[in-house]
C-alpha cells in the first residue's frame, strides 16, 4: 500500500474509497491534486470540518496539493440534510460567511511551493451559467432514478424535498468536473455523507471525458455511546475563538472519553505512531493522569488557536482550581471561564456588594444559606481561591475581578461564579 494511505488507515482517516490498490497507484505517479469542500452554512466552521481540514493538511504534507473550495454557490443551495428543509440565506449573508471560511481554512494549508494550496469558490463557475445550459449540458447525464436511490432523499420523500435541494448533487458534480478541468483535480475527499456525492461527480466526469478520478470519504466519529462527536449541552464546537472561546475548545478535548481519547489523537495530532502508543499505555496504566487527554487538547488548540492561546487556556484552568493567579487572567479568558461555569447575575444589596453567602447559593455551589454558612464555618469556602473565615463576610470592589466578576468555590472541585452588574 502507498505510505500516506498505509498512514491514513491506521490514523482512521479512511471509511470508504473508490478503488483504494488504483489511488494507491496514483498517489505513487506524483503529485495529486486533490480537494475537499465547506459550504458557508454559517459564519464559522467547527470542530465537524476539522477531520477535513486535516485530512487536506496531510495530503500537502506527503507532497500533494490541497484546493479547499468554499461554496459561495452550493452554500446558496444546501445539501439535503435528513431532518428537513434547509432555511435558505440570503446572498448578502452567504457573501459574507464564505469570506470568513474563507480565512479559516487557509489556516490549515500553504500556500507557499511547488504544492501550495489554493482557495477557490464554486460561484466563479456557476454564476454565469444559464438554466438551459445547466438543464442540456450536466443535468442530461443524471439519472433520476439514481438521484431517488440516494439515501437521504428516498428518506425526504415521504415528507418532501425541494427540486433546489434534490438538485444539490449536480452542483457539486460540476465542481469536481469543474476543478479536474481547471487544476487536473482527480481526488475529491470528503465526510461520510458525501460519499453519494462524490460517487456522482466521478461518474459525471467519466461520462463527459472518459477520464478516471477517485474519492475518499472518512468514517462518522462518535462518541463512546454511539452519538455524534464534537456537540456539547451548548451546541456545537466552534473554530471562531469569539463563539467558542479558546478556554472552552481547550477544555473541550480535555473531555475526551479514555476509550476514545486515543482515536482522537491519532486523526488531531502530529504526534508519531511511538508517540501516540505511549500515551496509550499511560492511559491504561494510569488514566486518572489524563496524559493523553492533555496532549490532545494542547496539541489540538496549538493548531486552531495557537500556543499563546493555549497557554492562556492551560492557565485558567490552573487559577480556577486554585493552582494559579484568577488576576493575572485578561478579560477575554475571565469571560470565557464564567462562561463555562455558568456564572449566575447577583444583583447588589441596596447599592452594596453581596455576601459571600449570597454568592455562594446564586453560583450554585451550594444549594442554600445555611449550606454555604456551614462550608465556610468548616474552612471549605473560597473566594477567588481566597478561603473565607467569616459567615458575614460580604464582597467588596477589590474582589472584583474584571471590575465584574467573582470565582466562588466550595471544597477543592465545586465552582462557581457570580457577575455583579
Not at 472519553?257 to 482515536?263: G, H, L, Y
Request: proline letters at 3%.
Amino acid at each position: 500500500m502507498n505510505a500516506l494511505l498505509d498512514d491514513l488507515t491506521w490514523r482512521g482517516f479512511i471509511s470508504t474509497t473508490t478503488d483504494q490498490a488504483a489511488l494507491a497507484a496514483h498517489l505513487d505517479e506524483g503529485m495529486v491534486t486533490s480537494y475537499v469542500g465547506f459550504d458557508p452554512t454559517a459564519p464559522s466552521l467547527h470542530i465537524g470540518h476539522l477531520m477535513q481540514l486535516i485530512l487536506a493538511r496531510r495530503l500537502q504534507q506527503a507532497g500533494h496539493r490541497p484546493l479547499l473550495l468554499v461554496g459561495g454557490a452550493t452554500g446558496l443551495i444546501g445539501d439535503p440534510k435528513m431532518t428537513g428543509e434547509r432555511v435558505m440565506n440570503t446572498k448578502e449573508t452567504v457573501a459574507a460567511w464564505v469570506e470568513s471560511l474563507r480565512a479559516q481554512v487557509s489556516r490549515f494549508v500553504s500556500f507557499e511551493g511547488e504544492n501550495a494550496s489554493q482557495v477557490v469558490n464554486n460561484l466563479d463557475w456557476t454564476a454565469s451559467l444559464s438554466a438551459l445550459d445547466f438543464l442540456r449540458d450536466i443535468g442530461k447525464h443524471f439519472s433520476v432514478n439514481r438521484m431517488l436511490a440516494r439515501d437521504v432523499v428516498a428518506r425526504r420523500l415521504n415528507e418532501g424535498i425541494s427540486y433546489t435541494e434534490f438538485s444539490y448533487v449536480l452542483l457539486q458534480s460540476l465542481d469536481y468536473a469543474a476543478l479536474h478541468e481547471r487544476y487536473g483535480c482527480t481526488l475529491q475527499t470528503g465526510a461520510q455523507d458525501q460519499w453519494g456525492n462524490i460517487t456522482a461527480g466521478i461518474d459525471y466526469i467519466r461520462r463527459t471525458t472518459g477520464d478516471v478520478v477517485h474519492g475518499l470519504v472518512t468514517p462518522l466519529l462518535t462518541k463512546t455511546d454511539g452519538t455524534k462527536f464534537g456537540k456539547t449541552e451548548g451546541g456545537a464546537v466552534w473554530i471562531d475563538p469569539e463563539r467558542t472561546s479558546p478556554y472552552a475548545f481547550h477544555q473541550f478535548w480535555l473531555n475526551a472519553e479514555d476509550a476514545k481519547v486515543i482515536d482522537y489523537l491519532k486523526i488531531f495530532s502530529d504526534r508519531t505512531r511511538d508517540e501516540i502508543d505511549d500515551l496509550a499505555a499511560q492511559t491504561r496504566e494510569a488514566p486518572a493522569k489524563r496524559a493523553a487527554q492533555r496532549a490532545l487538547a494542547n496539541d489540538v488548540t496549538d493548531l486552531v488557536h495557537g500556543v499563546e492561546a493555549r497557554r492562556s487556556a492551560e492557565d485558567a484552568a490552573a487559577a480556577l482550581f486554585g493552582r494559579g493567579d484568577l488576576r493575572a487572567l485578561d478579560e477575554r479568558t475571565l469571560t470565557a471561564v464564567m462562561t463555562e461555569v455558568g456564572a449566575a447575575e447577583l444583583p447588589r444589596d441596596d447599592g452594596r456588594l453581596p455576601l459571600v453567602v449570597d454568592a455562594l447559593v446564586a453560583s450554585g455551589a451550594v444549594p442554600s444559606k445555611s449550606a454555604a454558612r456551614r462550608a465556610i464555618a468548616e474552612g471549605g469556602a473560597y473566594l477567588n481561591n481566597q478561603k473565607v473565615t467569616d459567615t458575614e463576610a460580604r464582597l467588596d470592589e477589590d474582589d472584583l475581578l474584571a471590575g465584574r466578576y467573582a470565582l466562588v468555590r466550595r471544597g477543592k472541585r465545586t465552582v462557581g461564579g457570580v457577575i455583579l452588574p
